[in-house]
C-alpha cells in the first residue's frame, strides 16, 4: 500500500476540532478568539479558539498578536504532530486484524467512498484497509491546499522564536473516542460526509470567513443546521466525549504547564465556549480570563 503524504496526515490530526465543532449545539458564544490568563494580577498567558484550517485568511496575523506568542516561554497546542505521533497515526487509521473498509461497509458504499477521495488523491488501495471514522474524516473537509494549518502555523512560529512546544493531549487520548464510537455512528457520520460532498467547499468557506471576523454567533447557527440532520445518540456521544471530557483533560494539563512558566495555548475554538468550556474551566481554576485587546488578524 503506498504510504500517505506529510499534506494528508496532518489533515487528519487537525480535522479533529471541526467535527466537533459541526456538533455544537450546546456551546454558547464567547466573547472573542482570544484570552488572556492571569493569577494574583500577572499575566501568565493567553488561550487562543483556532479553526484547524490553511486557508490564507487565518494565517494572516497581527503583528500585536505575534508578539503575544513571542512573549510566552510555551506554546500548547491539542497534538503536537511529530513523526512518532504521525506514524502511529497511520496504524490507528488502518485495520491490523485483516478487515477491509468493503467488508465493514458494503460494496456499494465502498464504490461510492473510492469516488469521492479520488479528489484526495487517494486509491482504492490506500482506502482498502481504512476504518470506518477514518474515512469519514477523510471526506469531511476539503481537500488540503498546503497542509499549513493555522495550528501548525503557530506551532512553527513558536518554536522558531525558541518556545518549548508542548501537546496538552496524546494521540491516543484524542482519537479515543474515535476509535470507541460506535460502528453505526460511524456509518450516519459517513454517510452524511458523503451526501454533503457538494457544498463542502461553499460550507467552508462561509465558516472561515465567519471566524476570522469572530462572528461566533454565525458559527453557531452553520452548526446547528448542520446537527439538525443527525440522531441525538451521535451529538450526545460526540459532545460528552469529544468535547467535555477533552476539555478537562486539557484544561489539567494546561494548569501543570502554566505553573511551570507563561503559556500560549491554542485549541479548537469550539474547546473555549459554555460552561463546561475552557474559558469557564480556567476560571474556576482562579485564572482571570478576559478577551485580548487584540485581534489575531492584520487588517
Known amino acids: 500500500m503506498r504510504k500517505m503524504s506529510l499534506r494528508q496526515i496532518s489533515g487528519f490530526l487537525v480535522v479533529l476540532a471541526l467535527l466537533c465543532g459541526a456538533l455544537a449545539s450546546q456551546a454558547v458564544a464567547s466573547q472573542g478568539l482570544v484570552y488572556t490568563l492571569s493569577k494574583d494580577g500577572e499575566l501568565r498567558g493567553y488561550l487562543l479558539g483556532t479553526v484547524h484550517s490553511d486557508d490564507p485568511r487565518v494565517l494572516n496575523f497581527s503583528e500585536a498578536f505575534l508578539a503575544a506568542l513571542k512573549s510566552c516561554d510555551r506554546f500548547a497546542m491539542e497534538l503536537v504532530p511529530n513523526q512518532p505521533t504521525m506514524a502511529r497515526l497511520m496504524e490507528y487509521m488502518h485495520y491490523q486484524d485483516g478487515s477491509t473498509l468493503e467488508e465493514r ?80 455512528q460511524q456509518l450516519v457520520l459517513l454517510d452524511q460526509a458523503l451526501e454533503d460532498l457538494d457544498e463542502l467547499e461553499s460550507y467552508f468557506e462561509a465558516m472561515i470567513a465567519d471566524y476570522v471576523r469572530a462572528d461566533l454567533d454565525a458559527l453557531k447557527q452553520k452548526s446547528d443546521e448542520q446537527l439538525a440532520d443527525l440522531p441525538d445518540s451521535v451529538e450526545s456521544y460526540f459532545w460528552d466525549e469529544g468535547i467535555e471530557a477533552r476539555n478537562l483533560r486539557m484544561r489539567d494539563r494546561l494548569v501543570k504547564e502554566l505553573a511551570e512558566g507563561s503559556v500560549f495555548a491554542a485549541v479548537g475554538a469550539l474547546h473555549l465556549p459554555g460552561d463546561s468550556g475552557l474559558v469557564e474551566l480556567m476560571r474556576k481554576e482562579g485564572y482571570a480570563v478576559e478577551p485580548a485587546p487584540f485581534s489575531p488578524f492584520a487588517e
Open 105 to 184: 461497509i458494503g460494496a456499494e458504499r465502498f464504490a461510492r467512498v473510492v469516488e469521492a477521495a479520488s479528489v484526495y488523491r487517494m486509491s482504492a488501495q490506500q482506502l482498502s484497509t481504512m476504518k470506518v471514522w477514518a474515512a469519514m474524516m477523510t471526506l469531511s473537509i476539503p481537500p488540503p491546499k498546503n497542509g499549513l494549518f493555522m495550528d501548525l502555523s503557530l506551532a512553527l512560529q513558536a518554536a522558531g522564536e525558541g518556545l518549548t512546544v508542548v501537546g496538552l493531549e496524546t494521540l491516543e487520548e484524542q482519537l479515543s473516542f474515535l476509535e470507541d464510537m460506535p460502528e453505526e
